[in-house]
């Protein structure tokens, strides 16, 4: 069983930035693929970012790319998502998930085994 535990949201005005962490729970953190997804009100959870066990392949929705990078330190049981040039439309709540063997990057929720309670992330135009 794997625990996340996400940290970093808040308010912020469009154009700041804010860095979103997790922290799991469990000695195989370093096996598993992680993700960040997000939901908006009234709208699906949708993914945005992916990094794998390793750390060295990394994807992002068309919708955050150049924006914002996930980065992984597996001596911390820690993921981040750094989130630059903030817009409204990146408004939601984020969670953050994790897949057992963790090879590849995974965009779909379905794909992901463990998910943590959100993070809620408001930005003012």
């Known amino acids: 069983q794997v625990q996340l535990v996400e940290s970093g949201g808040g308010l912020a005005q469009a154009g700041d930035s804010l860095r979103l962490s997790c922290a799991a729970s469990g000695r195989t953190f370093s096996s598993y693929a992680m993700g960040w997804f997000r939901q908006a009100p009234g709208k699906e959870r949708e993914f945005v970012a992916s990094?794998?066990?390793?750390?060295?392949?990394?994807d992002y929705a068309e919708s955050v790319k150049g924006r914002f990078t996930i980065s992984r330190d597996n001596a911390k049981n820690t993921i981040f998502l750094q989130m630059n040039s903030l817009k409204s439309e990146d408004t939601a709540v984020y969670y953050c998930?994790?897949?057992?063997?963790?090879?590849?990057?995974?965009?779909?929720?379905?794909?992901?085994?463990?998910w943590g309670q959100g993070t809620q992330v408001t930005v003012s135009s």
């Open positions: 990094i794998n066990w390793r750390g060295d392949t990394t």
């Open positions: 998930a994790a897949r057992r063997g963790g090879y590849y990057v995974y965009l779909r929720d379905t794909e992901y085994d463990y």
